[in-house]
């Protein structure tokens, strides 16, 4: 086969091979650097032109010769390459194995079986392949291009990253100055391309392309480096464009974050800082909370903090103008020389996604005149770690051990173990003592356990051995970096739980690591990995067309010229909406605000997506209310109305327009409209303030006219008003429900408890109880009279508890309301008092369906009721951090008196146990339990304690809640010594505190090393 014939298979293998790497991008939601496949055909067999031709001349089919004997290596070989151009690679690579199995294992012969896996698809062979060729010849630079090809490709990419830099750093230095080395340059940019490194991809594009190394290339590698360069800069601008996700935050942060926002409106920026810190440091990609800080850092003039600040916002959230504004004036106005260019880039980006922020040309102005003086570098310091100089030298005279040809292993590990001893924390040792042994020291975990760095290069170091340990042991140990604060944990993390599947936890991981990452690199790689995340749906965040991408950056170049001719001004009803907004904005930037509009109405006319509608309404509505009034004569009424629903702009346009007519009653409309709907931030809201308040002072005199004529009725009928309320409620609503005081004091819960079951007991399932016998004639009103009158109305009994519960509660400093008017007791009251004014009068003729109805109430309504008030019993939940806190305050007593205090143990049946008491009295019963066994234990020579909480069940079937403290003190303790206690002292306190909230108080023996509990239980 020709050369010619071969390079064109090479060109469609590279089609298919790139196709599939789009194909992959556009799976992932969003742009995606792609790795451009290898060079055509066989890197070998396009060298060698004759060897292809000879090729066809042998036999496809036959293992020998035309003479009979038995075929060559180079035969095979020729053999195998004519397969390969003819599309056959499976054919090709039993030939090459046989080429090389027969003695002719050369560089040539094993790129080509590599190259012919890679046409099969299968990665790892090719792999293989390719690296065997590196090791026959170093030189060889199609085996370096092919390698960063399938690599790039594989699914364990991102683990091979540095190993296949660093070959390509070999090949760089081997490969001889030339075209061969060019390629390898050429592939090493693409790798850094796909890893997201574009910085780097493109610098070294940009090298390449430097007249002194392109005059010796040919014109298909120099297109080749152009069009590489071309495609960095759109996926530079593509990834930047795309806004990371915010974390979900916890309510209790949200109350932070509320606190903070209460201190800002109250311009007190130190205390939004110390409010801020608890929230940024658990969610470093949350934005809001960001820029609360940034702005208070600004308020304290700590500009730098605020550029820090304002930068991660901007590339967390890179949509967001108002960061890029922020950042740019902050840079341009305290930032010297440094920042300038920082600055003017940030107004530019500011200005691409805001053009009507036309205040910021006057900034940028203001920083083009202080721009004259050169800029100062700024030097980076780094800082290394000191190192355990014996556990390295431990480390080396193992590792040489190890190479020998007969190591010894048994000596190496021995080194390894006395390392371990002298320095736990000393990685290197570690690994290699895991690799000897499968076994991690507990002394090495037990070091780097608080010291996150370390931790993470403990767990790289074991996940790229060999025969790295599972998953179970080291994702715990990669947990416990990211819990204390190792950036590159969160990346490995997210790399993980992505190979596991995990896209939409890879990409909170991401996002944090990219507000905490300082690097370019770093941050280019992880935009790269979050491109192959597939959390996003495509219509969740839409693909930026390149000519739109092409647009925005030429506008944020000052180029807004270049813009309209990239994306085909002037905009026409043909075009899709995204184009014509992207028209729009440029339109706006160059003043054309009727262009500008006219792509707007383009793009609405053609019934857009809901998100591109409210985008296009927008821009169209805020262009009208800062620019002509008649521009707003073209506009339909219809459309109109749409734009005020989609944008509250739209209503001062509107106002604008009416006070150019003389309206003023439709102008105030659409002003307090506008107000009513627009963020307090708005710019067109200072203006339409002072509008309103001039159209204010201009009718105050007729205002106050008809203030006075409307003061003396209004005065009249509040005063009559608050007369009736009042005297409503004195009669009906004065003091609270049962329920209502349960709720404000539930240590009143007792007490009713107590009353409500004397009422169940004695009057509804006693007292009232025959009357269900009159249904059945089964007996008479006058007996009735007996069992309900005798001997004083069951009505009393009930006003006796009310009064009782009044009594009780005005002690707590709450009074409840009468009786008849008490939702519960009172409807009960008043049953009985009609039941017992009805069995009183004479003759009997005609009660008896009354009384029936009563006794119905009496046996649903009224127990339901009663028994919805017992379910309102005060509930603390503990856990065992409140638990902790409970201990450290008993502590802190033993601390004033100078007494030694023995750590609890603590043990929970549940993470969180509920109680049927107060917090405050169960802290009480909590703190005595405690301190009982404190002082039993205290002589003690090895004092033990233990608190422990847990649910259990009664015979009944009823759970049970449980508070018990142990202690190893032999003195024993009994129920009676506890009843036998003074009031207002110790155990006393737990003795009726317990029995005041209906629980018991259980003592009994423990196993060793404990000797008995002391506790309390509760029914739930």
């Not at 939004?272 to 960001?290: H, K």
């Not at 993980?496 to 905490?516: I, N, T, Y």
């Not at 990239?566 to 009727?594: F, H, K, W």
Request: net charge positive; aromatic share 4%; hydrophobic share 40%.
């Amino acid at each position: 086969m020709t050369n010619r014939s071969g390079f064109c298979l090479g060109a469609l293998l590279s089609l298919v091979l790139l196709g599939a790497t789009t194909k992959g991008a556009a799976q992932a939601g969003g742009p995606r650097p792609t790795m451009s496949p290898a060079p055509p055909a066989s890197a070998s067999a396009a060298l060698d032109a004759s060897s292809a031709a000879s090729a066809n001349a042998l036999d496809a089919g036959s293992d020998e010769t035309a003479d009979g004997q038995p075929a060559s290596p180079e035969q095979l070989h020729k053999r195998a390459v004519a397969e390969i151009n003819k599309g056959r690679p499976g054919k090709a690579v039993p030939l090459l194995r046989q080429a090389i199995d027969s003695g002719g294992e050369s560089a040539l012969f094993v790129t080509d079986l590599g190259f012919a896996h890679l046409l099969q698809g299968r990665l790892h062979d090719a792999e293989s392949a390719f690296r065997r060729a590196i090791e026959l010849d170093i030189t060889r630079p199609h085996a370096y291009v092919h390698l960063a090809a399938v690599v790039s490709k594989e699914p364990e990419r991102w683990e091979k990253r540095d190993a296949l830099f660093r070959i390509l750093d070999q090949g760089l230095v081997a490969v001889p100055r030339g075209e061969g080395r060019t390629k390898i340059e050429v592939a090493y940019a693409q790798a850094e391309r796909t890893y997201g490194l574009l910085e780097a991809a493109a610098a070294r594009c940009a090298r390449l392309l430097d007249p002194s190394e392109t005059a010796s290339l040919p014109l298909s590698l120099r297109r080749q480096v152009n069009k590489l360069q071309q495609s960095i800069v759109l996926d530079q601008k593509a990834q930047s464009l795309a806004d990371w996700p915010e974390p979900t935050i916890l309510p209790a942060d949200e109350a932070r974050l509320a606190e903070a926002r209460r201190w800002a409106s109250d311009h007190q920026p130190q205390k939004v800082l110390v409010a801020l810190a608890p929230i940024i440091r658990a969610y470093p990609a949350f934005c809001p909370a960001r820029k609360l800080r940034a702005r208070a850092l600004s308020a304290l003039r700590h500009y730098d903090e605020a550029v820090a600040e304002w930068t991660v916002i901007a590339r967390i959230t890179p949509s967001d103008a108002t960061a890029h504004r922020e950042l740019g004036l902050i840079l341009a106005e305290h930032g010297g020389f440094l920042g300038m260019e920082r600055a003017d880039e940030a107004l530019r980006t500011a200005l691409a996604l805001e053009p009507e922020w036309v205040e910021l040309e006057a900034a940028r102005q203001r920083l083009a005149e202080r721009r004259a003086s050169p800029k100062a570098r700024v030097s980076e310091r780094k800082h290394s770690r000191a190192s355990e100089q014996e556990a390295r030298n431990l480390h080396e005279q193992a590792e040489e051990l190890l190479d020998e040809e007969h190591g010894d292993r048994t000596r190496a590990r021995a080194l390894l173990e006395r390392a371990i001893r002298v320095c736990p924390g000393y990685v290197p040792a570690a690994t290699l003592l895991y690799s000897l042994t499968g076994r991690i020291p507990d002394e090495t975990v037990k070091a780097l356990y608080d010291d996150g760095e370390e931790l993470f290069s403990l767990v790289r170091e074991l996940r790229y051995l060999p025969q790295p340990p599972p998953p179970s042991v080291w994702q715990r140990w990669l947990d416990r970096a990211v819990e204390l604060g190792c950036p590159e944990a969160r990346f490995e993390r997210a790399v993980d739980r992505h190979r596991r599947g995990l896209d939409k936890e890879a990409e909170l991981d991401l996002s944090a690591f990219l507000a905490l990452a300082t690097d370019t690199r770093q941050i280019e790689a992880a935009r790269a990995l979050r491109s192959e995340l597939g959390t996003r749906k495509k219509d969740e965040v839409p693909p930026i067309e390149t000519a739109i991408l092409q647009a925005r950056l030429r506008l944020e170049r000052d180029d807004p010229r270049g813009a309209l001719e990239i994306l085909q001004a002037p905009c026409s009803e043909a075009m899709r909406p995204d184009t014509l907004l992207a028209l729009g904005l440029v339109y706006e930037r160059t003043n054309e605000y009727e262009a500008a509009l006219r792509c707007y109405a383009f793009g609405l006319d053609q019934h857009p997506a809901q998100a591109q509608e409210r985008t296009l309404g927008r821009r169209m509505a805020r262009l009208l209310a800062r620019s002509s009034v008649a521009l707003q004569k073209g506009i339909a009424p219809p459309r109109i109305s749409r734009l005020a629903e989609l944008e509250p702009s739209m209503q001062w346009a509107l106002a604008r327009r009416a006070l150019e007519l003389g309206d003023l009653g439709a102008a105030r409309r659409h002003i307090d409209g506008y107000l009513r709907r627009a963020a307090a931030s708005d710019r067109f809201r200072v203006e339409a303030v002072a509008t309103r308040d001039r159209l204010r002072r201009g009718d105050q005199q007729r205002v106050e006219e008809k203030r006075r004529t409307h003061r003396r009725a209004a005065l009249i009928g509040v005063s009559a008003l608050t007369f009736l309320v009042g005297l409503v409620y004195l009669v009906r609503y004065r003091g609270r429900t049962l329920a209502q005081a349960l709720a404000r004091r539930p240590r009143l819960y007792p007490e009713m408890a107590e009353v409500i079951g004397e009422l169940r007991h004695d009057v509804l399932k006693h007292r009232t109880s025959a009357l269900g016998l009159l249904r059945d004639d089964q007996t008479t009103i006058d007996a009735l009279r007996t069992a309900l009158l005798t001997p004083e109305p069951a009505s009393h009994a009930v006003a006796a508890a009310h009064a009782r519960l009044t009594a009780a509660s005005r002690a707590e400093g709450i009074g409840l309301r009468r009786l008849r008017r008490e939702p519960v007791l009172g409807a009960l009251y008043r049953d009985l008092c009609r039941v017992e004014k009805l069995i009183g009068q004479k003759p009997h003729d005609g009660q008896k369906p009354a009384i029936l109805a009563i006794d119905e109430r009496l046996r649903s309504v009224h127990p339901t009721r009663l028994k919805h008030l017992l379910t309102l019993a005060p509930h603390c939940q503990v856990d065992a951090a409140e638990l902790q806190r409970w201990i450290a305050v008993v502590e802190q007593e033993w601390a004033c008196h100078k007494e030694a205090f023995v750590a609890p143990a603590l043990n929970m049946s549940d993470v969180v146990l509920s109680f049927p008491l107060e917090r405050q009295a169960l802290f009480q019963i909590f703190a005595n339990l405690l301190r009982n066994a404190q002082a039993a234990v205290g002589s003690l020579v090895e004092p033990r304690v233990v608190v422990v909480l847990g649910k259990e069940t009664d015979f009944a079937g009823r759970e049970q809640v449980t508070l018990q403290v142990g202690d190893n003190s032999p003195l024993e303790l009994s129920l009676e010594t506890i009843e036998s206690r003074e009031t207002g002292r110790g155990l006393a306190v737990l003795r009726d505190l317990t029995r005041h909230y209906q629980g018991q108080i259980m003592i009994h023996p423990a196993e060793a090393p404990y000797c008995k509990y002391v506790g309390v239980r509760f029914a739930q």
